[in-house]
């Protein structure tokens, strides 16, 4: 299982930004997809998930300003971002849960400058 997060750049805030996550393998089963950042002097944490049943969770810090979707046919898994502040600044990780493990992608960075 190979994941590749893209759309990580540098934006001002209040602007937007979308990251792609695209997975080698189908999506449709997996148990949870979701993305994660690490911001500077954090560890990573969770940003947004989604359930094989289309459950949608998000940090309290980004309700409202964050939107996830998953698009089977695609294999990928898309993270809208808007109303960006600096504290969101970050590398941010898609995930995957099922096939038996936790897949990681590589990270994409992302810069809101003020």
């Known amino acids: 299982v190979q994941l590749q997060a893209s759309g990580g750049g540098l934006v001002q805030a209040g602007g937007s930004l979308k990251l792609s996550c695209a997975a080698s393998?189908?999506?449709?089963?997996?148990?949870?997809m979701g993305w994660y950042r690490r911001t500077p002097g954090k560890q990573r944490e969770l940003v947004a998930t989604v359930t094989r049943a289309g459950a949608l969770n998000y940090a309290d810090s980004v309700k409202g300003r964050f939107t996830i979707s998953k698009y089977n046919d695609k294999r990928t898994v898309d993270l809208q971002m808007n109303s960006l502040t600096p504290e969101d600044t970050g590398v941010y990780y898609c995930?995957?849960?099922?096939?038996?493990?936790?897949?990681w992608g590589q990270g994409t960075l992302v810069t809101v400058s003020s």
């Open positions: 995930s995957l849960e099922g096939y038996g493990s936790a897949y």
């Open positions: 393998v189908s999506i449709f089963n997996v148990n949870v």
